[in-house]
C-alpha cells in the first residue's frame, strides 16, 4: 500500500518575536533587529511557498506596541514604508499576494497608500496569501465584527461573527508559531487560532530560518488533530487526513 506523505500546515501563522533582544546582544539599537527581521520574513515567505503553504499570517505590529518607545515606533513605521517600496514587486513576481489587516486610522496617510497600493498590485497573485497584521490585535477584530453586525442588524451568531472577521478570506491557522522562547499568543489571533496546533520556538525572529520552519512543520506533522473527537472515532484514517482544507 502506497505510504500518504504527511500533509504540510495549509495556513501557518507568526508571532515574529525577538528582533529587540536579537539586536541588544549585539550592542545594536533595537531598529537594527526589526530590519533583520525583515531578512527572515523575505526568508520564511518564500520557504513557505517552496513548501506549498498557501497563507502565511504574520504579526508584524500589534495594537499595544504604540506603547514602546517612540523612537522605536517611529522606527517601525519608516521600515514598513521602505520595506513596501522594496518588497511589493518581488512578492508580486513570486505570486504572493499582500493583504495588510489592523485598524488604518492610527497610520499616516502615506503609509495607509502604500497598504492600499501592495494590496491592488498582488491582488491578481495565487501562489501564497501573505497576511499582514499590522496595527492589529485579536480583541479588536472580535470587537469590529460584533460591531459590523450589530450595524447591519444581523443576529451574533458564530457563523456570523466568523464572516465578519478580519481573516475570513482564509482558512483558519493550521500551526500557529511563536519564537523568541516565550509562550502566549500575545492578542493574537485570538479568534481563529482556537483549534491551532502552537509551537514555540526559543529561536529569535531574526535567527528562524528554514531549517527552524521544517522542525515547525515536523511538529506539527506528528500531532493528531482530532477537532474534539477520540483517537478511536478517528479510527484508520490518518491523523493529517482530519486538516481542514
Known amino acids: 500500500m502506497k505510504k500518504i506523505a504527511p500533509a504540510v500546515p495549509h495556513h501557518i ?6 528582533n529587540g533582544r536579537w539586536a541588544t546582544r549585539r550592542f545594536l539599537p533595537r531598529v537594527a533587529g526589526h530590519k533583520q527581521g ?12 517552496a513548501r506549498d503553504v498557501r497563507v502565511l499570517t504574520v504579526f508584524a505590529f500589534s495594537s499595544e506596541n504604540w506603547n514602546r518607545p517612540v523612537e522605536e515606533v517611529s522606527g517601525l513605521m519608516e521600515l514598513m514604508v521602505g520595506a513596501l517600496g522594496r518588497e ?13 489587516i489592523g485598524e488604518r486610522g492610527g497610520l499616516s496617510d502615506k503609509m495607509i497608500a502604500g497598504l492600499v497600493q ?4 498582488t491582488a491578481h497573485n495565487t501562489r501564497l496569501v501573505l497576511n499582514v497584521c499590522f496595527n492589529y490585535g485579536g480583541r479588536w477584530d472580535i470587537a469590529r465584527a460584533a460591531a459590523q453586525l450589530a450595524a447591519r442588524g444581523e443576529p451574533l451568531t458564530e457563523a ?10 482564509v482558512p483558519d491557522p493550521d500551526l500557529f508559531i511563536r519564537t523568541g522562547g516565550e509562550q502566549r499568543l500575545s492578542n493574537f489571533l485570538l479568534w481563529q487560532s482556537a483549534y491551532a496546533e502552537l509551537y514555540f520556538s526559543d529561536k529569535l525572529w531574526p535567527e528562524f530560518d528554514e531549517a527552524a520552519l521544517d522542525d515547525a512543520i515536523a511538529a506539527f506533522q506528528r500531532r493528531e488533530r482530532r477537532y474534539g473527537q477520540t483517537s478511536e472515532q478517528l479510527g484508520a ?9
Open 13 to 18: 501563522a507568526i508571532v515574529m518575536d525577538g
Open 38 to 49: 525583515v531578512e527572515s520574513l523575505r526568508r520564511c515567505v518564500k520557504a513557505c511557498a
Open 88 to 100: 511589493v514587486p518581488k512578492l508580486s513576481q513570486d505570486g504572493v499576494r499582500l493583504h495588510f
Open 118 to 121: 501592495a494590496e491592488t498590485a
Open 160 to 169: 456570523n461573527l466568523d464572516a465578519a472577521m478580519a481573516l475570513a478570506h
Open 237 to 245: 484514517v490518518g491523523p493529517r487526513d482530519q486538516q481542514a482544507a
